[in-house]
T-cell receptor, first 114, second 112 residues
Framework: DADVTQTPRNRITKTGKRIMLECSQTKGHDRMYWYRQDPGLGLRLIYYSFDVKDINKGEISDGYSVSRQAQAKFSLSLESAIPNQTALYFCATSKRLDTQETQYFGPGTRLLVL | GENVEQHPSTLSVQEGDSAVIKCTYS??????FPWYKQELGKRPQLIIDIRSNVGEKKDQRIAVTLNKTAKHFSLHITETQPEDSAVYFC???????????FGTGTKLQVIP
């Protein structure tokens, strides 16, 4: 979906480096999420935000931090990258509706930590 | 939080056969039941969804059925084709300020 973009699309970094992954959306959605996907596995929630002033930890937040700079932007930081953070990272957005929660995913960022 | 399980975790079918994937959830307040498809190397995308006041929904070769009493819903794919090969995720939702919980995923392989 071209309305949810992620930068960079691919990143190679070294152990101990701090890196930032960025997500932007033009869908006007209030909710944004960061997921991690390891090869052959499912989607694990890292952090989520229901509006600009709201940040919540997901199931695997250790070693990560986030910033919601604006409604349209949600950044994920790895404070000190380690090799087991090598994975595919997805950003997703949704619009708050009481009867529906459809998530729209960005194209993903492939991260390799050496 | 919500416990969501999918079965089977992997499924191989011959082209033209049917495939069924089941999603079991724990939150009785869940009222929205979507299925996402993730093709190899791509992002997950919604393919079909159903709300709690509907028992079944069809869209060409795919359908979703819901059993709220037993707290499970299923994805049915008929006349499978090689392009149906992908990982499928369920993600039941209970509304309000609850977050979505994705199922563990089912890898479907359609053998030509």
């Amino acid at each position: 979906d071209a309305d949810v973009t992620q930068t960079p699309r691919n990143r190679i970094t070294k152990t101990g480096k701090r890196i930032m992954l960025e997500c932007s959306q033009t869908k006007g959605h209030d909710r944004m999420y960061w997921y991690r996907q390891d090869p052959g596995l499912g989607l694990r929630l890292i952090y989520y935000s229901f509006d600009v002033k709201d940040i919540n930890k997901g199931e695997i937040s250790d070693g990560y931090s986030v910033s919601r700079q604006a409604q349209a932007k949600f950044s994920l930081s790895l404070e000190s990258a380690i090799p087991n953070q090598t994975a595919l990272y997805f950003c997703a957005t949704s619009k708050r509706l009481d009867t529906q929660e459809t998530q729209y995913f960005g194209p993903g960022t492939r991260l390799l930590v050496l | 939080g919500e416990n969501v399980e999918q079965h089977p975790s992997t499924l191989s079918v011959q082209e033209g056969d049917s495939a069924v994937i089941k999603c079991t959830y724990s939150d009785s307040a869940s009222n929205y039941f979507p299925w996402y498809k993730q093709e190899l190397g791509k992002r997950p995308q919604l393919i079909i969804d159903i709300r709690s006041n509907v028992g079944e929904k069809k869209d060409q070769r795919i359908a979703v059925t819901l059993n709220k009493t037993a707290k499970h819903f299923s994805l049915h794919i008929t006349e499978t084709q090689p392009e149906d090969s992908a990982v499928y995720f369920c993600a039941p939702y209970s509304g309000g300020y609850q977050k979505v919980t994705f199922g563990t995923g089912t890898k479907l392989q359609v053998i030509p």
